[in-house]
């Protein structure tokens, strides 16, 4: 069965930095991303590694995506992080190489999600 569980959220401040892990089980995932809701908004993308890696351009610069294949993780390392920052981050996967990798329906997987908040 297909799992992917994230960790690594929790209070920050302006400025600060935090790393989310998401580790991947039940099958292979060519396709992983990052997506952020914030109370009261719509689930947004963060950052994408399939085909391309690829970034909103609110967090370009500031956020990286990695993954290591042999610990099946996903990580998002988020550094000057903004009050704006602050949402229930989800980690998300695919098995395909996903072009279109900004749009939530490119992925057939998802954690549970991890609060992230960052203080003023």
């Known amino acids: 069965q297909e799992q992917l569980v994230e960790s690594g959220g929790g209070l920050v401040q302006a400025g600060g930095s935090l790393k989310l892990s998401c580790v991947t089980s039940?099958?292979?995932?060519?396709?992983v991303g990052w997506f952020r809701q914030a109370p009261g908004k719509d689930r947004e993308f963060v950052a994408a590694?399939?085909?391309?890696?690829d970034y909103a351009d609110s967090v370009k610069g500031r956020f990286l995506i990695s993954r290591d294949n042999g610990k099946n993780t996903i990580y998002l390392q988020m550094n000057t992080l903004k009050p704006e920052d602050t949402a229930v981050y989800y980690c998300?996967?695919?098995?395909?190489?996903?072009?279109?990798?900004?749009?939530?329906?490119?992925?057939?997987?998802w954690g549970q999600g991890a609060q992230v908040t960052v203080t003023s």
């Open positions: 998300a996967a695919d098995p395909q190489f996903r072009r279109a990798t900004t749009y939530s329906h490119s992925y057939a997987y």
């Open positions: 039940g099958r292979a995932f060519r396709t």
């Open positions: 590694l399939s085909v391309n890696e």
